[in-house]
């Protein structure tokens, strides 16, 4: 399958701890998006990535969250000091520059 | 207000029934229109996009811009139990300046055998 993945699938973690998600993107795609999507809204932007630069950031990526692409394949998002309100669906997209975007299966994220 | 709105229904249809899914926004400068299909607990699915003003066909589905009037749409011929899914219109400004996408909040749609 050479669609986008994401890793892990589903994530469980009590408040105020620090977790990480991982995405591989269609191989030859140069960009990388993700965003989140809570229960009955459609996806919201976080951020994106050319290569291994990242060149944009929503107002709604807080000081917690940090993403990287170091070396223009794969990227992580790490979200510091969980909170409830980071319960969501985060999902990574990519494209070829200017191209349509595929996305990801997606990481639901459970936070107790 | 948010910059897209999509009536979150859901919107339920007998099988073979033709299906309108619309959206309206208020950023005048979007030009590239898209509509995604998403499956429960599954990413979004490109099934149609579109440029500028006009109509796009493909088998089933149609698309439909307006620009003058800030209004998107999707048909749906012939619908099938298995299109039942939610639908989200998407939009994005310049494909040069990042494409970031700007979501509807969906439109759950049931087709009934």
């Known amino acids: 399958d050479t669609g986008v993945s994401q890793d892990p699938r589903h994530k469980i973690t009590k408040r105020g701890q620090n977790v990480t998600f991982r995405c591989d993107p269609i191989s030859e795609h140069n960009r990388l998006y993700w965003y989140r999507q809570t229960l009955g809204q459609g996806p919201e932007f976080l951020t994106y990535f050319q290569n291994e630069a990242q060149l944009e950031k929503s107002r709604l990526l807080s000081d917690r969250f940090s993403a990287e692409r170091p070396k223009g394949s794969f990227s992580t998002l790490e979200i510091q000091r969980t909170e409830q309100g980071d319960s969501a669906m985060y999902l990574c997209?990519?494209?070829?520059?200017?191209?349509?975007?595929?996305f990801g299966p997606g990481t639901r994220l459970t936070v107790t | 207000q948010k910059e897209v709105e999509q009536d979150p229904g859901p919107l339920s249809v007998p099988e073979g029934a033709i299906v309108s899914l619309n959206c309206t926004y208020s950023?005048?400068?979007?030009?590239?229109f898209m509509w995604y299909r998403q499956y429960s607990r599954k990413g979004p699915e490109l099934l149609m996009y579109t440029y500028s003003s006009g109509n796009k066909e493909d088998g089933r589905f149609t698309a439909q811009v307006d620009k003058s009037s800030k209004y998107i749409s999707l048909f749906i011929r012939d619908s099938q139990p298995s299109d039942s899914a939610t639908y989200l219109c998407a939009m994005s400004l310049q494909l040069d300046a990042g494409n970031m996408l700007t979501f509807g909040g969906g439109t759950r749609l049931m087709v009934k055998p």
């Open positions: 997209a990519s494209s070829l520059a200017q191209g349509r975007q595929y």
């Open positions: 950023n005048s400068a979007f030009q590239y």
